[in-house]
């Protein structure tokens, strides 16, 4: 499997393939593209933001405090509004001296914590040839969760908020 870091993200929905495409800027100036289609982006919020309650200290410490399971709700849905305010979005426009060496449609999704307040996601194809990881903080990954959110709604997919949704799915993620 070849691994490349992503500097930074782009996310931008595209109509005509009615995907939303990951771009990540890794070495060289290049940069990598990756699908998701409406089913996987599905999924993928309601994965990452489980892990993101899960992994959250300041959840444990809320829902720990509240013993009421209907105020979870409520506290996950508060720091993901907080967590996200705090890193601001910058609108790039993809040069076109960068170039896209690899290009696949997301099939499989790993995190990874690497201390209370980090993780290391890693996006990968079906074959599992290549893989695209990014390291930021839990700030950072509520923020690109209300990104892909954004761009859902933009597209008119309808993808259910996993802050607003009162049910209890569970992500399943191939």
């Given at each position: ?18 995907r939303?495409q990951?771009l990540?800027?890794?070495?060289d100036?290049r ?18 933001s ?32 907080a967590?996200?305010?705090q ?88």
């Amino acid at each position: 499997m070849k691994s490349y870091q992503s500097k930074s993200i782009s996310l931008r929905y595209d109509i005509k393939q009615d995907r939303v495409q990951w771009l990540g800027l890794c070495a060289d100036n290049r940069l990598a593209s990756i699908w998701i289609s409406r089913r996987m982006l599905s999924a993928l919020l309601l994965k990452l933001s489980q892990w993101l309650n899960k992994h959250s200290e300041q959840t444990f410490l809320s829902a720990s405090k509240a013993k009421i399971t209907k105020e979870k709700g409520s506290v996950h849905r508060f720091e993901h509004e907080a967590a996200q305010r705090q890193v601001p979005v910058v609108h790039e426009v993809v040069s076109k001296k960068q170039t896209i060496f690899v290009e696949f449609l997301l099939s499989v999704l790993h995190l990874t914590p690497l201390n209370k307040d980090s993780v290391k996601l890693v996006l990968s194809d079906e074959k599992n040839t290549y893989e695209i990881y990014s390291m930021m903080s839990t700030n950072e990954m509520h923020k690109v969760l209300s990104e892909l959110l954004r761009l859902s709604d933009s597209a008119g997919w309808k993808v259910p908020n996993p802050w607003h949704s009162n049910n209890n799915q569970h992500a399943v993620m191939h």
